[in-house]
């Protein structure tokens, strides 16, 4: 090769390498350039794994495709271990005769017969080797082995860099997985959705085949509550909850798992699965470490919110944020005729906006306690707008003390005074023009209470009828703030008195 011709080789080599940015892309260019270039059968790379001891190919233009990510060669094994591990470069004319030769018949090399190999490295540090073959005998000449060796010098550098390339971009990724975790964590979904989301994600970000996740229940059995990918039977989890510990398992099938641990306390167990045998690398157990704690996370969160029957049903059905989907509500019940159905629509858009509420009231205050007296302020305000009848002018007052509830508590009541307002607007003031709903918020020793007073015609009988909606808030203020709910004709037969009394937690209660 004259001196042209070289100057001209090394400039195209040096073009593709400085190319690409991924890995994956710059090896393939290396291996296909240099062979069209210096008039080979087959160029390949070889790259130290992470434990440093196994050779594995990761691109070549000559050898079989599967092979790729598969073959691999101890440390100083075969020809091209042989010049990976003393750094020098190896030529053999006929490569199957040489004692350091050995044959990796996955990669289908037989059909060659001549082999140069040198090591890639980096200021001394050897990352790897390349190689280049013939399909016909080939003396190798001076020329030729100095060129792969400046080869290599040049690829040894873009192959670092396309290295810290990907390991940003995976980092990247990662973190853009937990800021979904994190999104997840703090948005009004199930927890079984939860749940979903990350094993998905999990499997996705490490490439297994699937992922479980399971949850210790009442008696410290596990169940699984989450899947991704075809079932499999995963050993040894009950070492991981007495552990506390990850788990590695390399053989079929090969597994990660982590406990989900929230303040000190195992809580399930994150397993990854593979169905072949495959090593788990540290970036790997550390991130999906960090995913279980963000799931231990969003299990303590979704219990808080997700804890009553019907708060959990609400989440379930809207999913994601509360107020677009009242307003996409409000659209469809625009274009609804049937006034029964319309009513349907408007009930269904009060309790989300109930829910909604809450949340407002609580993002506002940095997630900590719900100012009860604000928050039924709030709802009265958006119910009287929702529920407005042309020609009836109804008033609601809210009046009392400021006391403090945490989320769930403060959640329960929300729903609960919704659908007695909402009652009251819908049924106390037919055949009226005008009228009165009176709120007072009031706190006695260890209780509050919530009474609702309209001015209304009030019902017949000692009861009135045991509609859904008052099921409904039987339900939260017996089941969910533990106290008592009463409904009453008003003084002299007139109006309805509504009064919900409950235990204060007892974190609040001072003295």
């Known amino acids: 090769m004259g001196k042209e011709a070289l100057i001209s080789a090394i400039r195209r080599i040096t073009n593709a390498i400085n190319s690409a940015l991924d890995l994956a892309t710059t090896l393939q260019l290396i291996t296909s350039t240099t062979a069209e270039v210096m008039g080979m059968d087959s160029c390949s790379i070889y790259l130290l794994d992470k434990s440093g001891e196994y050779l594995v190919l990761r691109a070549s233009t000559g050898l ?38 050995k044959l990796l018949p996955e ?20 990352i790897g080797a390349m190689n280049v073959q013939t399909s016909s005998y080939h003396d190798y000449t001076q020329e ?58 999990a499997a996705k970000m490490i490439k297994a085949t699937g992922c479980s996740l399971f949850l210790l229940d009442e008696k410290g059995e596990l169940i699984p509550r989450a899947s991704y990918g075809p079932p499999q039977t995963i050993p040894k989890l009950e070492e991981v909850i007495s552990k506390g510990e990850p788990l590695v398992f390399t053989e079929t099938p090969a597994f990660l798992a982590v406990p989900l641990t929230m303040r000190d306390k195992v809580r399930g167990v994150l397993a990854c699965y593979s169905e072949k045998p495959r090593l788990f ?43 677009t989907v009242a307003m996409l509500l409000r659209m469809q019940m625009a274009e609804e005729k049937n006034q029964s159905a319309r009513r349907s629509f408007q009930e269904a858009i009060n309790r989300i906006l109930s829910i909604a509420t809450v949340h407002d009231i609580l993002s506002s205050q940095g997630f900590q306690q719900v100012d009860v007296l604000a928050l039924i302020e709030r709802l009265a305000s958006i119910l009287a707008e929702n529920m407005a009848v042309p020609g009836r002018n109804v008033e609601v007052k809210v009046q009392g003390q400021t006391i403090f509830l ?38 006695a020793r260890e209780k509050f209470s919530v009474e609702i007073t309209d001015d209304g015609i009030g019902f017949s009988g000692a009861q009135p009828k045991q509609t859904l909606g008052l099921q409904i808030v039987q339900t939260l203020i017996e089941d969910d703030l533990k106290g008592s709910f009463t409904i009453k004709s008003g003084e002299k037969g007139k109006g309805t008195q509504a009064l919900i009394e409950a235990p204060l937690p007892k974190t609040l209660i001072s003295g």
Do not use: C
Request: glycine share 6%.
């Open 281 to 323: 690398s540290q970036e790997e157990l550390r991130f999906l470490s960090t995913l279980a704690n963000q799931i231990a996370l969003a299990i303590e969160n979704a219990t808080l919110v997700a804890g009553i029957t019907i708060v959990r049903e609400m989440h379930h059905r809207i999913k994601n944020n509360l107020q």
């Open 144 to 201: 030729e082995i100095e060129l792969l060796s400046l080869v290599a010098d040049l690829a040894a550098g873009a192959i670092e860099k396309a290295m810290l390339y990907d390991n940003m971009q995976r980092q990247l990724e990662e973190l853009l997985a937990l800021a979904e975790v994190s999104k997840t964590i703090v948005s009004p979904l199930y927890l079984d959705d939860v749940l979903k989301v990350v094993a998905e994600m």
């Open 64 to 101: 079989a495709p599967q092979a790729i990510g598969k073959a691999k060669l101890r440390l100083g094994e075969g020809l091209t271990g042989w010049a990976a591990l003393h750094a020098v470069p190896v030529a053999a004319k006929d490569a199957a005769s040489d004692p350091r030769f």
């Open 107 to 126: 990669t289908e090399e037989w059909n060659f017969k001549s082999l140069l190999a040198v090591p890639l490295s980096i200021q001394g540090r050897v």
């Open 406 to 443: 945490p989320a769930r508590p403060a959640t329960a009541l929300a729903l609960a005074v919704n659908e007695l307002i909402q009652n009251a607007l819908e049924h106390a003031f037919v055949g009226k023009d005008r009228g009165t709903i009176s709120i007072t918020v009031g706190q």
